[in-house]
Every structure is written in structure tokens, then in C-alpha cells.
């Protein structure tokens, strides 16, 4: 199919629908799952994580899963497998979750975007249990509120407003608080409940949260930003509300530094879908929510074309402002938009509403989103 994807997918989690079988919410269980929008492998036999978000809970594999439809092992966020409900019908708690949906490995332990309890969830070693209480809260004081922005109709260094993404790099910590239209970098890993952050962008100053800083899209404002990877130690930031993929050189450390590349639109001020026409082609973006990275290769989720994009590196980023990307999968070529192509069942090799994808070494693993399944993909 391409220079580094399989012609399919390798495995299969979920529930694999036949033949003339509507796809329709799936009753929780510890193989079927309800619009899985992140996973994270934390290392090439795994364990694996997948957030749940309809069910709202993550889901864990101790193992990298050998078959298709491989029932997990742990479920966070609900008294067992076949309970769903947010924060498991009762009020937050710290092995509670409500719409989780980024996910990542941080040290030894793992982070989520808990998304409508408006907070992040730390552990600081990986849970290997059912419903392991997290040890560390972001956004809220403690584990029992979960009020947007802590009830303040504004913003703060220690606030959050619908994150949707985390990201660990070197010690830093990224969060996507989207709700917010910003995106927040901790300079350390945080060690106290709703501890500061250090830098935002996005937004002239902690306390603002309008769409776009307040003023028309440009280098430095966001408008829905969704998730963080670092490439050839360069930040990349998806901005799914304005249809496009934000790329600064190296790692910003002053607040609301304007990223030097877009992907996606062919200025720092255009902002429409697939450019403005219905149909994409291989430089425009429509709502893309995943973003993960290789050694040579930057791959983005292009959610509501239901494909995923991939770049190869350039000798300088600078040479990226709304390139082209060299490779597409899950659709037949750059200018279809389908889900599962045709708007078919799913197969092997198509896509639907693909909100998450992460990377490690050989493996890419994509949340599927729209077909309420999560792929393993083996990458060369």
C-alpha cells in the first residue's frame, strides 16, 4: 500500500461486524467498545490502553493483543465490564472518568485527558489492575470536583476546559485544553494537585479563552486544538476547528509563540474545511484530531475524511507550509472522503471518523473511531 504501511491491519479490537449488521452503541463488555477515540502502546509487547470514551473508561491489555476481538484485561472507570455510565453513574472520583479520550505514557506511570470531569488524570506507575485510583489531578483541586475552569468564566495556569489531549516529552508534559482554545506545557512533570502550568499558546496570557485569541486565525491561535506530538524535536499541535496541523521549530517557552508552519491551509489565515471545497486532496484537512510521529514520518488522523496523512520529514520544516502529504490510507486516493470509502462496512484497510493514532517502533495504533474498534497496524 505505501513506503511504511501494511497493505492491512494486523489485528482487530472490538467487535468485527458481519454482513448486513447495522453498527450500532455496543453494550460495554471486555471486547467491545463505544467510540474509542486514543490508545497508547507503552512499549512493543505492550502493555496496551485504550480510552473508551463512550463507555467512559479506559480499557487495558497487559500484552500486545495476538488476535482479533481480544478480550482486555483491566477496565478503569467502571466496577466491571459491563457497567458503563460517566463517572461510573455516581460523582467523580479518582478512578472515575467522563469522556476520556487522549492518553499517554509520562515517566512510569500514564496520563489521560479526562475531557467533561475537565481535569487530567496522572498515575505515576502504570496501572496493572482493575480501577487503580490515579495518584495526581490537573485542572481541578481535587478528584471530586469538576467544574469547567473551576466555575470561572475565565481562564488560569491551573484551569481546564475540555482537554482533549496529553503528551509527555522529556520530562514536559502538553496538554490540548480545548475548550479553552489553548495548549498548555509544564516544564516538569507535575507533582501536587492542580499544580500550574508554566506556558500557554494560543491564547496572550492565561486568563483568555476566545476562539482564535479574539481575533482572526493566524501563527499563533487556535480555534479546537485536539493532540501533541514532538517530530525531530519540533512541536506539532493538531487545530481540528481550523482544519489544519500546527508545526513550531523546536519546543516554544514563552507564552503564545507563533508556530512557523501550517498542513492542511495555504496561509496562517485561512481556516475552511478541505480548503473551502467538498472534496479534499492531498493539502487540506478536514477536522484532524490525531497526530503521532516516526524517526521520518509525521501521521495525521484527517478525521472527517475519514483517512489518515502522511508526511515524510524535509531537510528543514520550513519547506512544509502546506505541503503535500506523500502518503494516504484508508481511502483509494487523496480526493475521497468516504467513510469506509464507500460508505461500506469496515474492512481490514478503511477508516471512520479515525480519531487517535499512536506510534511505537513497528506498530501504529489507530482509534477507529466511528467503527467502534481500535487497529494494530505494522509499519516498516
Known amino acids: 500500500m505505501s513506503e ?4 492491512q491491519a494486523e489485528i482487530i479490537l472490538g467487535k468485527i461486524l458481519e454482513a448486513n449488521e447495522l453498527a450500532i452503541p455496543l453494550a460495554p463488555s471486555n471486547i467491545e467498545m463505544f467510540g474509542s477515540r486514543a490508545a497508547c502502546l507503552i512499549s512493543e509487547n505492550g502493555p496496551l490502553w485504550v480510552s473508551d470514551t463512550g463507555h467512559h473508561r479506559l480499557l487495558g491489555w497487559r500484552n500486545l493483543p495476538a488476535t482479533d476481538s481480544q478480550p482486555c484485561d483491566w477496565v478503569i472507570g ?36 479526562d475531557a467533561w470531569n ?44 475540555w482537554c482533549y489531549g496529553v503528551f509527555y516529552y522529556q520530562g514536559k508534559l502538553f496538554v490540548a485544553d480545548t475548550g479553552n482554545r489553548r495548549l498548555l506545557i509544564w516544564h516538569q512533570l507535575p507533582e501536587e494537585n492542580g499544580q500550574s502550568a508554566d506556558v500557554v499558546l494560543g ?7 476566545d476562539e482564535n485569541g479574539g481575533v482572526n486565525a493566524n ?24 482544519n489544519r496541523v500546527m508545526i513550531w521549530q523546536g519546543i516554544p517557552t514563552e507564552n503564545n509563540t507563533p508556530c512557523a508552519v501550517v498542513l492542511g491551509q495555504e496561509s496562517f489565515d485561512s481556516v475552511e474545511m478541505n480548503q473551502g471545497v467538498y472534496f479534499p486532496k492531498a493539502n487540506s484537512l478536514s477536522m484532524p484530531y490525531g497526530v503521532a510521529a516516526t524517526q521520518d514520518w509525521l501521521l495525521v488522523t484527517d478525521t472527517a475524511n475519514s483517512r489518515l496523512l502522511a508526511w515524510k520529514k524535509p531537510q528543514s520544516i520550513l519547506s512544509l507550509q502546506g505541503a503535500y502529504a506523500d502518503l494516504v490510507i484508508g481511502q483509494n486516493d487523496f480526493y475521497s472522503k468516504g467513510e469506509n470509502r464507500d460508505y461500506g462496512l469496515p474492512t481490514r484497510d478503511s477508516l471512520n471518523w479515525s480519531y487517535g493514532i499512536n506510534v511505537y517502533k ?6 477507529d473511531s466511528g467503527n467502534n474498534r481500535v487497529l494494530l497496524w505494522k509499519i516498516s
Do not use: Y
Open 4 to 7: 511504511i504501511f501494511k497493505e
Open 362 to 367: 513497528n506498530t501504529a495504533v489507530i482509534a
Open 203 to 209: 491564547q496572550p496570557d492565561m486568563q483568555s479563552r
Open 118 to 161: 475537565h481535569r487530567v488524570l496522572i498515575w505515576k506507575t502504570l496501572p496493572k489492575d482493575n480501577n487503580v485510583p490515579a495518584d495526581l489531578v490537573l485542572g481541578q483541586i481535587d478528584f471530586n470536583s469538576n467544574q469547567p475552569n473551576r466555575g470561572s468564566l475565565t481562564a488560569a495556569a491551573d484551569t481546564l476546559n
Open 219 to 242: 501563527a499563533s491561535t487556535m480555534r479546537w486544538c485536539h493532540d501533541i506530538t514532538i517530530w525531530d524535536n519540533n512541536l506539532v499541535v493538531t487545530d481540528a476547528g481550523n
Open 78 to 113: 467502571q466496577p466491571n465490564f459491563n457497567s458503563e455510565g460517566a463517572n461510573a453513574k455516581g460523582k467523580p472520583k479518582n478512578n472515575t472518568l467522563n469522556v476520556p479520550t487522549g492518553i499517554c505514557s509520562c515517566g512510569n506511570g500514564l496520563a489521560v485527558a
